[in-house]
């Protein structure tokens, strides 16, 4: 382990909600609006912080679980993911799939904590999240398996240094398949426009929103700093395909892949000003057509 | 069986009115209904020794003019609403109201949980000490595996009104939806008896705060039909501008929350302050953004000066060219097309059947406009087409508020353009005794009906207001039968109903 690879962690710990504020500053400048400050989510975060909780009656250990276990898998997450060519904190063979089970172990408490509430709202959002995700993971799995193919080794670091120039020169279709998907599956993972609308109140239509309304307090602040962390860990991984860094310049490559991933912020910013929310029912087609993409690239570089 | 009939805003005589049999009055309703009349009012009245009168007041949109009648009961009658489905909600109010049980009424429940106003009588034999609380009763179920219950509200996210929505579901999708309101009544109607009064015309501006001018119109028609003196052409004018400007305001409002509910951001904030735009141009003419204090029986209380008008006209062209580019955004986006379209629909038998009004009404199809068929004050010489779609999904509903918008809005400006000389004000006299009067006023939501009787001394013996809302309640219940629970929000919106104008 190199003490480099300690600076990503460090950076998505720093500046994970900021990429919030930037979503938020770029629908406002859509919506013709001045918006929110950038720094928003920080002071959320920290007055949630400075919060009591409260807790229904009727739940038990697994609701004060939830958000706690899924912040800490979140960042267990972020430890195994390379970014700006450093190799991740941590890694191994397969360290991929311990990364994509890691979210799932998150997702599971989430849902695990909202069904503890008994609310019949908590309950549809748990079954949408549980029904939305089960798609989203094949449509991931599948696309770092392309790119494990294509780098001939079963570790994100590695799979992600051997994704150079060269690799777009030769295999550039695949790959460009494989980051369409993951586009997609960041909008979803971080209930996003067109799958879910992170600033609607209401609670028949929402998703991941509807599933944490119970919690309050610093447990709700766990739960917006472990949105925020898994916004900046698909938008790293999205950034790690389109934009292999590849100068011997450490802090040049820190600031291009930084510069790569408020680029993301914006794009997911535009989305949002530009379209609607798709019908829940059409959701899973956009999500199947995401792994469809996946499959695509693995089967290209397979060949 | 022939009935007398009459036009928005006329006097009829007490003595001349139609007092039929309970059973005649029953075919005379059912026969009229099926005949294609729509029930604009179905209402208990006290009569002489604790006996109760029914009255009845149909439209008949087709041949337009309406006609009354009336039948006396004890305490329960054969209920209207098996054979003719639009007195279902009336029913329900009346039982409520004075104890009277409309026997073989399919789903008798009170709609918005108060004690009877005859003391003693009760529609469900609940003892008076028993304590009424609002929503607290028997929902309609649906059993078995895999079906579950979402209860919604009365405390709702957003800041709405409170109201109470029962669902019956089946994972996503929808099997029924149970309406239950009552928690905004205020008992608004018993405080008008022995009226009109200093309080009146403020009651009838806060009917429903966003229908100020559309209520407090209705009100002074129907005083101004009952002291025989007609409103000044001018504030007729002026009336019909402030009128329109109410429907523009909400409308705009409307498309925007719609495509704030599907996530479509620009719309959504562009209406949100073109509302508030147009807004102020009512707040120009009387310095009320609701239009409070505009509308007087007799006339307005604000002139509109030279100054003013031209003020208004280029407000209005600025106002009206950014609606245009927001709402046109709406069409022209396919994501918002494909959540309108087919979301939420109604068909057109049961509109017809439920005695829709309103934008909801013509988004089935049926061609239904106050202002058209029973015009009254300015609409008698300025007609505005009625804006009709056939498709009856949030799309229809959204649709024909685009067309209403565009046509108020040239409606707005050739008033300006050419106002009448002359005052604003004509004093009214004495209200006539012994009479009743039925007004109408288009509202943006729908059809308003005002039914007003005086006692011998020209003092309301009774007031009766019925909002669009009332009627549409229950559209609104049949739009999401076997949609998807998430489209719920954008259905609800596309009605964008009044919570305290049904409870009143």
Known sequence: MKLLSLIHPFLALLLAPLLLGVINRVKAVFAGRRGQPLLQAYYDIWKLLGKGAVYSRTTTWVFRAGPVIGLTAVISALMVLPFAGQSGVISFSCDFVVMAYLLGLARFFTIAAALDTGSSFEGMGASREAQFSALAEPALLLGLAALAVQSSSLSLSDIFTQLNLQAWMKVGPAILLVAAAMAVVLLAENSRIPVDDPNTHLELTMIHEVMVLDHGGPDFAYILYGAALKLWLFAALLVNVLMPVQASNVPVNFAVALTGMFVAAIGVGVVESIMARLRLLKVPQLLVGAAVLSTLALVLLLR | MNLASFHNSRVVPLDKTSRLSVADFRRAVVDRVARGWRLAALFGCPAADRRMGLHAVMANHDAPQLAHCSCEVEDAYPALTPDCMQAHWFEREIAEQWGIRPEGHPWLKPIRFHASHRTGNDAWNRAASDPILPCVTDFYQVQGNEVHEVAVGPVHAGVIEPGHFRFQCHGEDVFHLEISLGYQHRGVERALKGGPDRKTLHYMETLAGDTTIGHSLAYAQALESLAKRHAPARAAAIRGIALELERLANHVGDLGALAGDVGFLPTASFCGRLRGDLLNMTALLCGNRFGRNLVLPGGARFDVELLLRSELLERLEQAMGDVRNAVELLWETPSVMARFEGTGRVGHETAVSL??????????????????????????????????????????????????????????????????????????????????????????????????????????????????????????????????????????????????????
């Open chain 2, 355 to 504: 005695g829709l009004v309103g934008p909801a009404a013509r988004a089935c199809g049926i061609s239904r406009d106050a202002r058209y068929e029973f015009p009254s004050g300015i609409f008698h010489f300025a007609h505005i087409p009625v804006s009709v779609w056939p498709s009856g999904d949030v799309f229809a509903r959204a649709y024909v508020r685009w067309l209403e918008i565009e046509r108020s809005a040239l409606f707005i400006r050739q008033q300006l353009e050419s106002l009448p000389v002359g005052p604003v004000f004509n004093e009214l006299s004495a209200l006539q005794p012994n009479a009743m009067t039925v007004s109408m006023v288009e509202g943006w939501r729908g059809e308003i009906c005002h039914v007003v009787m005086t006692d011998e001394q020209g003092r309301f013996r009774f007031y009766k207001v019925v909002d669009p809302s009332f009627h549409n309640w229950m559209g609104l219940a049949m739009a999401l039968r076997n949609q998807q629970i998430s489209d719920f929000p954008l259905c609800n919106k596309s009605f964008n109903l009044s919570y305290c104008g049904h409870d009143l």
